[in-house]
C-alpha cells in the first residue's frame, strides 16, 4: 500500500490515517464523559477496537499507546485494571502516560494509538 487512506476526516484531523501497513489513530475520549475512570476506559477501549476493526487490525497489533489522564494520582490504578484486563498476555504495545489538562472538564482519559494493519 503506498498511498495514504484518511478515515473519518474533517478540516481539523483524520480520526484514522493509514499508510505503508501502520495506521495512525487521533485521540479518542470517551463518549459518555459523565463516567467515571473505569467507565470512561471502557467506552474508550470499545471505540479503538472498532475503529481498528474498520482498517483490519485488532488490540493484539497495536505497537504503541499514549494514555492522557486528568487524575493520574486518583485514577492510574483503576485505569491500568481496566487496560491490562483487555489485553490477552504478551500483546500489550509499548506506551507512555501523562497528566493532562482537557479542555472539557469531564474527560478523564484519552488514547492515542499506532498499530499494524
Known amino acids: 500500500m ?22 495512525w489513530l487521533s485521540g479518542i475520549v470517551a463518549a459518555d464523559c459523565t ?3 473505569r467507565e470512561q476506559t471502557r467506552q474508550v477501549l ?19 499507546a499514549q494514555i492522557w489522564m486528568k487524575d493520574m494520582p486518583g485514577d492510574f490504578s483503576a485505569m491500568n485494571e481496566q487496560w491490562s484486563a483487555w489485553f490477552a498476555s504478551g500483546e500489550t504495545p509499548a506506551r507512555a502516560t501523562a497528566q493532562v489538562c482537557f479542555d472539557a472538564a469531564d474527560i478523564r ?9
Open 2 to 23: 503506498n498511498g495514504i487512506q484518511r478515515i473519518d476526516s474533517n478540516p481539523r484531523l483524520s480520526r484514522v490515517v493509514v499508510h505503508n501497513g501502520v495506521a
Open 35 to 37: 463516567q467515571d475512570i
Open 46 to 64: 470499545q471505540r479503538l477496537e472498532e475503529l481498528l476493526a474498520e482498517v483490519g487490525s485488532d488490540k493484539s497489533r497495536l505497537l504503541s
Open 109 to 117: 482519559l484519552e488514547l492515542i494509538v499506532t498499530a499494524a494493519v
